[in-house]
């Protein structure tokens, strides 16, 4: 199958690799139909983690972190996106093939004219 490889700071391939495969009795392997690219997103792909960390050290701020709730909010976000309430269709700039990523990734970080989010297809 294809997939998007991060390398390395300012560095992703398209590559063939191997199907995954079930390696303990709690996997699961999902098919993944769409992906996007956020241009918020993109501090691995620079090389850098959003802010100064010795800045933060000196003026002796804590700093913490985690993910949001995606959980908690994503069945009821999507019902209400299949009952028309909602259309997140305006977020979307382009709609790429899988083999289009890194050219994607590389117009989103640039801040290319109309680039803000893609959405890429298998």
């Known amino acids: 199958m294809k997939a998007v490889v991060f390398k390395a700071p300012d560095e992703l391939s398209v590559e063939t690799v191997d199907d995954p495969t079930i390696q303990g009795p709690l996997d699961t392997i999902i098919r993944i139909t769409t992906a996007n690219i956020y241009g ?4 691995p792909y620079e090389g850098r983690i959003g802010f100064n ?3 933060a050290f000196i003026e002796g701020i804590s700093i913490a972190g985690g993910q949001c709730p995606v959980k ?3 069945r009821e976000l999507r019902d209400i ?3 028309g309430r909602a259309n997140p269709s305006w977020i979307v700039s382009h709609e790429l093939s899988l083999d289009d990523a890194v050219d994607a990734y590389s117009n989103v970080d640039k801040r290319e004219n109309g680039w ?3 959405l890429l297809h298998p």
């Open 40 to 43: 918020s997103d993109l501090h």
């Open 53 to 55: 960390d010795c800045e």
């Open 72 to 74: 908690k909010y994503n």
């Open 81 to 83: 996106i299949i009952r």
């Open 116 to 118: 803000t989010t893609v």
